[in-house]
């Protein structure tokens, strides 16, 4: 599924064949398509472009461009067609200082204006920055924006305009710019932003990919810009596409399905079991507390799922990945009994190799004897370390045992190696752990290690 958040299909590049266009992105994937306002008679055709189609959208605003022009009546016009059902947002509103086609003072009043709007009717809204991005954050500071908040449209900023603007609560959107030869800056901030705050667009007639520059852009061409940043992020363009899409549903309210728990999620080329949403441990920096998404799936479980239920998730999905991971927002060896039953099923039905990601309690949870019982059924083992002082893992990862915890996590580790193929143990990137003192605990234990990113989960 694919949503081009921004795009102006009333243009005059389209009038020869604009049905065509919205039917062809539909073929080609596309579920929503969000038609952009930018003065009274382009609010006007887009709210009947998504009268007319079920699955556009559209919204209301005034580009600052177009603000020098603009009347009482336009403003009536605008603020009625903000509370039109298919409008989602307000905008195209914002500074644009590079232009200066509108007075600097009539821009600033105007987008204050529709900041307003924006937070009374609590619709999100979308934002036009070029040469000004100061300012405007300044204006979004000191006005705010609705609880929805919003989207910087065609981010053209450095990281820390990046950071500025999600500390606003805005998403940014990335369309044919990222792929021009010449925009290494944006590509190498797109590998540091989280997928979370993405969103795709064309603005589309405007705007084409690189190996389309010099046409007119529009929906299909997006998939050049897909693939760039599932290369850039180590994603594949499903995932990249769903999370956007999950992205799009929660920002604008456009009526797209979204799963309210997931039990079997691919994420790149492996299928991620998710079979509890207990834990043993409360980990400050954990995602569970901080988003109810991961990678575009809703993982909180209403239910603990039987293994009944979990194998119908599977379905036929294994044959298409490499490997099942035990791994959602739960520690998966609390359930130790299901866990075994569904990697039994795994190993035998689909011969794939089957790995768990766990905080490594199994001793506090299970007797040692039953260690044995993964072997043959669990290939590898990722193990949630965080730091190699006991001390300060009783204080960043809150266990909800007594006692030395890492201790015994170390004792399972060392165990796990001599029955399970492969044994890694990993911890984030915070600033008050001491990533070589793990890695030098690895290499003393002879398993691997990794150092994990924080706020990178998936």
């Known amino acids: 599924m694919l949503v081009d958040t921004h795009i102006h299909l009333d243009l005059k590049e389209f009038k020869a064949d604009r049905q065509d266009v919205i039917e062809r992105s539909f073929k080609e994937g596309f579920v929503r398509l969000i038609n952009v306002g930018l003065n009274p008679q382009s609010i006007a055709a887009s709210k009947k472009l998504a009268e007319d189609n079920e699955q556009v959208y559209f919204t209301s605003g005034f580009h600052p461009h177009d603000v020098k022009n603009i009347t009482a ?5 605008l603020e009625v067609a903000a509370e039109h059902p298919k409008a989602v947002a307000v905008g195209e509103t914002g500074l644009d200082f590079y232009r200066n086609i509108s007075p600097r003072e009539l821009q600033i009043s105007a987008f204050r204006r529709q900041l307003e709007l924006a937070k009374k009717l609590n619709k999100p809204v979308v934002i036009h920055s070029r040469d000004a991005m100061a300012d405007t954050l300044k204006i979004i500071r000191e006005i705010g924006l609705s609880e929805r908040g919003g989207v910087m449209h065609c981010f053209s900023g450095n990281y820390d305009d990046f950071l500025a603007c999600a500390a606003q609560g805005l998403h940014i959107s990335l369309g044919g710019p990222l792929t021009y030869r010449r925009n290494d800056e944006l590509r190498e901030i797109v590998k540091k932003i989280p997928l979370d705050a993405l969103l795709l667009e064309t603005d589309a007639p405007y705007l084409a990919p690189q190996s389309k520059r010099g046409r007119r852009n529009e ?3 997006l998939s050049e810009v897909v ?3 599932a290369e850039l992020k180590g994603l594949s363009e499903a995932d990249v596409k769903r999370i956007t899409t999950t992205n799009a549903e929660k920002l604008f309210s456009l009526g797209i399905n979204i799963p309210s728990e997931t039990i079997a999620y691919p994420i790149r080329n492996s299928l991620y079991l998710n079979i509890t949403s207990k834990c043993t441990n409360s980990c400050f920096f954990c995602v569970r507390f901080q988003k109810d998404l991961l990678k575009g799936y809703n993982l909180f479980l209403e239910h603990e799922p039987t293994v009944e239920e979990i194998i119908r998730a599977l379905g036929d999905l294994p044959s298409q990945y490499k490997e099942v991971v035990f791994c959602g927002y739960g520690e998966p060896t609390v359930r130790l009994d299901e866990l075994l039953e569904v990697a039994r099923y795994v190993k035998e039905r689909f011969k794939k190799p089957v790995r768990i990601n766990t905080n490594g309690h199994f001793y506090l ?3 040692k004897k039953r260690l044995k019982e993964l072997q043959g059924l669990i290939d590898s083992l990722s193990i949630s370390f965080n730091t190699a002082d006991s001390e300060q893992y009783r204080k960043i990862c809150l266990p909800r045992f007594e006692g ?12 796990a190696k001599e029955i399970i193929p492969q044994v890694t143990i990993t911890a984030l990137n915070l600033p008050e ?4 003192a793990v890695a030098t605990l690895a290499r003393e234990l002879k398993v691997h290690f990794r150092r994990r990113k924080i706020n990178e989960a998936g």
């Open 365 to 367: 949870l299970h007797d």
């Open 73 to 77: 009546a336009d403003w009536h016009f």
């Open 404 to 415: 030395d915890v890492l201790q015994s996590v170390i004792e399972f580790s060392k165990d």
């Open 219 to 221: 929906p299909v061409f």
């Open 227 to 229: 693939a760039l940043i």
């Open 433 to 436: 752990v001491d990533l070589k």
